[in-house]
C-alpha cells in the first residue's frame, strides 16, 4: 500500500469510528436489502439515509460516496456459508453443497444480479462483489473436489473437476434469467444428482 492509499484508509478509518459496530450493521443491512430490491442504479444515499432514520451528511462523512458505502456494506456482512461443510464423501459435500446454496439463492441471486453490471465498470467494487460473495464459495466448492481426489474417490485428473464450482455457481445465476425462477434448494439438488456427480462419475441419486 502507498503512503497515499495508507493515508486515505486512516482517514476513512477515523470517520467510521464515529458510528458503532452495531449502527454500520444496521446501515449495511439496509444499503444490500435496497441493492436486492431496486438495484444499483435506484440505491441512493438519501434512500439509505430516509431508510435508517440516518443523515445524508453523515452517510457522506463516514463514506464518501455509494460505491464506497456498498463496499463496505459487502465486506461488512460477509459471512461463512460453505467452508464448514465436510461430510468425509465428496458425494456428501456436494449435496449439502448444493442444498446450501440453493436455501440462500433467494437472497444472494438478486444481490449478484444487482451489482453484476456496476461492477464490471468499477474495479473496487468487482474485487469486493468477487470476495464476499463469489471467491469463499468456489474456494470452498474446489476443496470438497480436491480432498475427495486426494482420499481416491475420483481420479486427480478428472476432467469434470474443474468445472464444478462453475457449474453451481453459475446455474443458480442463470436459472432466474433462462426461467424466471431461483435456483433454489430442490432445483440445485437435481441439478447436482443429473449433472454433476455423473460428471465426476459418482453417485446414484439419493433415495
Do not use: N
Amino acid at each position: 500500500m502507498s503512503p497515499q492509499e495508507a493515508a486515505r484508509e486512516q482517514a476513512r478509518t477515523s470517520r467510521r469510528s464515529k458510528i458503532t459496530p452495531e449502527r454500520a450493521q444496521e446501515l449495511y443491512a439496509a444499503v444490500l436489502d435496497i441493492l436486492r430490491e431496486c438495484g444499483y442504479e435506484a440505491l441512493t444515499m438519501e434512500g439509505v439515509a430516509s431508510r435508517t432514520r440516518c443523515g445524508k451528511s453523515t452517510l457522506y462523512r463516514q463514506w464518501g460516496s455509494k460505491p464506497e458505502l456498498v463496499v463496505a456494506a459487502l465486506h461488512g456482512t460477509r459471512r461463512v456459508l460453505l467452508p464448514g461443510i465436510d461430510t468425509g464423501t465428496l458425494v456428501g459435500d456436494l449435496r449439502e453443497a448444493a442444498q446450501t446454496i440453493g436455501t440462500a439463492a433467494r437472497r444472494d441471486t438478486p444481490l449478484v444480479h444487482a451489482l453484476s453490471h456496476a461492477a464490471l465498470q468499477s474495479p473496487e467494487l468487482l474485487c469486493a462483489l468477487r470476495e464476499t460473495l463469489i471467491a469463499p464459495e468456489i474456494a470452498a466448492i474446489d476443496a470438497m473436489v480436491r480432498r475427495g481426489a486426494e482420499r481416491g474417490e475420483i481420479p486427480a485428473d478428472t476432467p469434470a473437476a474443474e468445472f464444478v464450482s462453475v457449474q453451481l455457481l453459475g446455474v443458480m445465476r442463470a436459472r432466474p434469467m433462462l426461467e424466471g425462477k431461483y435456483a433454489d434448494e430442490a432445483y440445485l439438488t437435481r441439478f447436482m444428482e443429473s449433472a454433476v456427480l455423473p460428471a465426476l462419475g459418482l453417485g446414484a441419486p439419493a433415495p
